[in-house]
């Protein structure tokens, strides 16, 4: 679970190091293999949700930005990410795949099991599942990679709700943070604001659409962001057994989008990616490709120093090595040697020249000393 926030709020400071508060590590301690942590920069938030015009803006900006490094390296134009990370303590499955219409169905084949552990059988959902898979997210998602038509992936902030925005204290600058992140379609990241159970709303996405526009065809957005929040209510439903509105909307949604889809993708094209068999005992979807890179700023803080994660320029430097070291904290560490990481040390520069990811001179490196954020 910390590993894969780290992951995640690193994947998304590389991009939009103004939106999002500097992750530093995370790991175990030495002393209790059962206790671990996440440890980022402290910025000073108000707990409001944040201007819908600003935050928009730089939403769509992280979105369109991310598009670009995900056309580098050898997982170009995937769907998925490097770690498995989490909703509260559900976690995804992450694994890479070609097409998102695949990898939207592993993922809800996943969780589906996941809330079936939960809750016990549904003999309803049961019946709609089969629906789901074979005919509406082929009616709804095979359009956005067919027929002359491509979806290029952009990293999501993945759990994207009012409960994890906030604005800074003094320059009302917004920030987003607890990110379970994943590169798929960003729309994805608009699922939660359907839900009337959340504060960000309407107008958030109809001013989200003026910086980034709808994908074709745009006659299938409202019908594919209410097959989004179906992820949403899952996870609500995995994390809120005694609930059981959660589960009946489920139901809702799934009943609602069988009965508009029941002949499900009428074109003539296959779907791209791979067969499907997802098991919630799979292991953590986990690229092993590529070699680390030492970074020696957290000395004294973390145990061993050559375990510290690597910096990275591209996709491919998101992922880790499958056999990469749980990086092990020191009990001891004090308030005033984190103080003196931040404001002493170099900052986390994920790379010295920013156009070699094709976002410009100075995009993604703050000044050493600085922290993310006015």
């Not at 909703?87 to 990898?103: H, I, L, M």
């Not at 629906?131 to 759990?159: A, F, M, N, W």
């Not at 002949?263 to 919630?280: A, F, M």
């Not at 002493?344 to 010295?352: A, F, I, V």
Request: glycine share 6%; aromatic share 10%; with cysteine.
């Amino acid at each position: 679970m910390c590993q894969g926030q780290y992951e995640s709020m690193r994947a998304l400071y590389a991009i939009s190091p103004d939106f999002v508060p500097r992750p530093i590590g995370w790991g175990t301690h030495e002393s209790d293999p059962n206790q671990h942590f996440f440890l980022c920069e402290f910025v000073e938030l108000e707990d409001e949700i944040p201007p819908v015009v600003e935050f928009c803006e730089m939403l769509a900006d992280l979105h369109r930005r991310s598009q670009e490094i995900s056309t580098n390296g050898k997982r170009e134009g995937m769907f998925g990410f490097h770690v498995n990370t989490c909703n509260g303590t559900v976690a995804a499955d992450n694994t890479w795949n070609e097409s998102w219409e695949a990898f939207y169905i592993q993922n809800m084949k996943h969780l589906f099991i996941l809330e079936e552990q939960t809750h016990g059988p549904s003999d309803e959902i049961q019946k709609l599942l089969p629906t789901l898979y074979e005919k509406v997210i082929p009616r709804l998602l095979r359009p956005l990679e067919t027929e002359g038509r491509t979806l290029q992936p952009s990293l999501l902030h993945g759990d994207l709700w009012n409960g994890n925005t906030a604005v800074h204290a003094k320059t009302d600058q917004p920030y987003i943070y607890d990110a379970a992140a994943f590169w798929g379609h960003n729309e994805c990241d608009l699922a939660k604001w359907r839900g009337t159970r959340y504060r960000m709303r309407n107008s958030y996405v109809k001013e989200y659409f003026k910086h980034f526009p709808i994908s074709p065809p745009e006659e299938d957005w409202d019908d594919r962001n209410l097959l989004y929040s179906l992820r949403a209510d899952l996870h609500d439903s995995i994390l809120f057994p005694s609930a059981a509105r959660f589960r009946l909307l489920l139901i809702i949604t799934l009943k609602q989008l069988a009965d508009k889809f029941p002949n499900g993708y009428e074109g003539t094209e296959k779907r791209k990616g791979s067969d499907l068999g997802v098991h919630p005992d799979d292991p953590p979807a986990i690229a092993n490709e590529l070699d680390t890179t030492v970074d020696g700023e957290h000395e004294g803080l973390l145990a061993p120093a050559e375990q510290q994660v690597p910096t990275y320029t591209d996709m491919n430097d998101f992922a880790a090595t499958e056999h990469h070291e749980d990086r092990t904290y020191k009990d001891n560490v004090m308030f005033p040697s984190i103080g003196k990481l931040l404001a002493g040390n170099p900052s986390r520069r994920e790379t010295e020249n920013t156009s070699e990811i094709g976002l410009g001179e100075s995009a993604i490196s703050p000044k050493e000393g600085s922290v993310a954020g006015p």
